[in-house]
């Protein structure tokens, strides 16, 4: 290239450079901006020393720089026009969550429990701007405070404000979201909508309810991690504010006062008549019970579930359908849960796994109408021999026994028995092993049981479809990295087509 040919290029460049040092001002930072500065004036002085003077002066006022100058001005009203457009988006942003798990919309649970706060809760979120949990963590919170302005938040760095972490005791060894309202303080158990909401649900609660499990007659244990235990159902009602504990009522002699649910889960054994004079009391008194059965084992409680208005077939219900065949037993049927009962409305289109289970039946006569909870498909039947299932291996429907749909699942209410008490409240099920370790994440099990008793603790607004950890393909940036891209994408590679167009153009003009 001739030198008076490159002196024009490279004032064009400079001349480029300056005019869009305000975009880069608006978009980037001053580091960038200097950068731009000290380029402009880089390439005008090599233009002024390439070039010679009457070639300098025939550019400036002839009509290359007339053309020259139209193409810049077009192209930087379109930058500015870019620009405001960006900024305006920024000031009032809306977002479509178009990925196909919706990980960047909160659930309807989520929304809900930030609707109703009546008090301002804070999360603190102890993260390095460096950090690759920063953005996400960032990001996550936004969604929250975007719901309500209760709902507020800030981020710590330990390095430049490690007395504040260690202040509320947010290490980053252990949780690193710490929810405040108030006096009351909740570690998110992880930095995901589901921790965050279940710390949420434990600040805003004034107290904590109770519920025991019955222990003493060969029920799964309340703290194993061993596929039959209930390990996983305890720590998911401890992660949602409630207080999990068992109970042996032998040893204690009565259901104590602050029990707000009582479970009895899984007994291979019957209760003993003292036993099941307690619970009957309990249930007089207006206590809320769950009675999770199982096929084969007689706990004795035929007689109190009748007091709702509940019998539990002698039977074991089997499925032949494709969709219990691929769970490999025919007597894991699939249940659908009913949309006629707040419990199980919101996982209409969810299916139960229900292993080994007995069928239920209404009792018209009892003056209480039991609710069924979840049905088995119309090709299951409840089969009564259950010794040809359960030894032989071998299940045909025989003339008279019962065909589907059959309940596996009955909720009831039972009027207070006198003034100043609340009304009895049930919740029956064929089936004690679904929300073992081992089935409690199949299908929607987990929800169905953590419903169930959140209705029976008279925690209606937690009866819903709980948060998901839902994995994503994410890009996290941190903050350098984000205005290091803003710069490439609205500065550098528009400025950069602006002067290759003005070099090739301003070439061509001269030959």
Wanted: with cysteine.
């Amino acid at each position: 290239m001739k030198k008076p040919i490159l002196s024009r290029v490279l004032g064009a460049v400079g001349l480029v450079l300056l005019a869009t040092s305000a975009v880069t001002l608006f978009f980037g930072n001053t580091r960038f901006l200097v950068g731009k500065l000290v380029l402009a004036a880089a390439c005008a002085a090599a233009s002024f020393a390439l070039g010679e003077a009457g070639g300098l002066r025939r550019f400036f006022t002839g009509r290359a720089l007339h053309f020259g100058a139209v193409t810049a001005v077009s192209a930087l009203a379109l930058v500015v026009a870019l620009g405001a457009a960006n900024w305006i988006a920024y000031q009032r942003p809306k977002s479509w969550d178009l990925t196909k798990n919706r990980i960047f919309t909160l659930q309807e649970d989520t929304v809900r429990t930030l609707r109703a706060l009546k008090t301002p809760v804070k999360a603190l979120a102890v993260y390095r701007l460096d950090e690759e949990g920063y953005a996400q963590a960032r990001a996550l919170l936004e969604r929250y405070a975007a719901v309500t302005p209760r709902f507020t938040f800030e981020l710590v760095d330990p390095y430049k404000n490690p007395e504040k972490a260690r202040a509320y005791g947010v290490l980053s060894s252990g949780p690193r979201i710490l929810l405040l309202s108030g006096d009351q303080r909740a570690p998110a158990s992880a930095a995901d909508e589901q921790g965050v909401t279940n710390a949420l649900v434990k600040v805003t609660r004034t107290a904590a309810r109770k519920i025991y499990f019955l222990t003493g007659h060969g029920e799964p244990d309340l703290a194993s991690q061993e596929p039959r235990g209930y390990g996983l159902l305890a720590k998911a009602l401890t992660a949602e504010g409630y207080e999990v504990a068992p109970l042996s009522l032998p040893e204690q002699g009565r259901v104590p006062a602050d029990a707000a649910v009582l479970v009895v889960a899984g007994a291979r054994k019957a209760l003993l008549p003292p036993e099941l004079k307690l619970l009957d009391a309990y249930a007089d008194q207006g206590g809320h019970l769950g009675l999770f059965l199982e096929p084969e084992a007689d706990a004795g409680l035929d007689k109190l579930l009748a007091r709702f208005g509940v019998q539990a077939d002698d039977d074991v219900v089997v499925d032949p359908s494709p969709a219990a065949q691929l769970l490999g037993s025919p007597v894991s049927p699939i249940a659908l849960p009913s949309g006629a009962h707040p419990i199980s409305r919101e996982l209409a289109d969810t299916a139960l796994v229900l292993p080994t289970a007995r069928s239920l039946v209404a009792l018209t006569q009892a003056g209480v109408t039991p609710t069924p909870l979840a049905l088995t498909g119309s090709e299951a039947w409840g089969e009564t021999d259950l010794k040809g299932v359960f030894e032989r291996g071998q299940a045909r429907r025989d003339e008279g026994e019962k065909g589907g749909p059959l309940p596996l699942a009955m909720a009831a209410e039972k009027p207070a028995a006198g003034e100043g008490q609340r009304p009895a409240r049930l919740v029956a099920a064929g089936d004690s092993d679904f929300f073992t370790n081992q089935y409690l994440q199949l299908g929607g099990n987990r929800d169905f049981a953590m419903n169930a008793l959140s209705w029976l603790a008279e925690q209606e607004d937690r009866i819903t479809l709980r948060p998901r950890s839902r994995e994503a393909s994410l890009v996290l940036l941190t903050d350098a990295q984000a205005t290091a891209l803003k710069f490439l994408s609205v500065d550098v590679l528009p400025v950069g087509l602006l002067v290759l167009g003005l070099a090739v153009w301003m070439v061509r003009r001269s030959r």
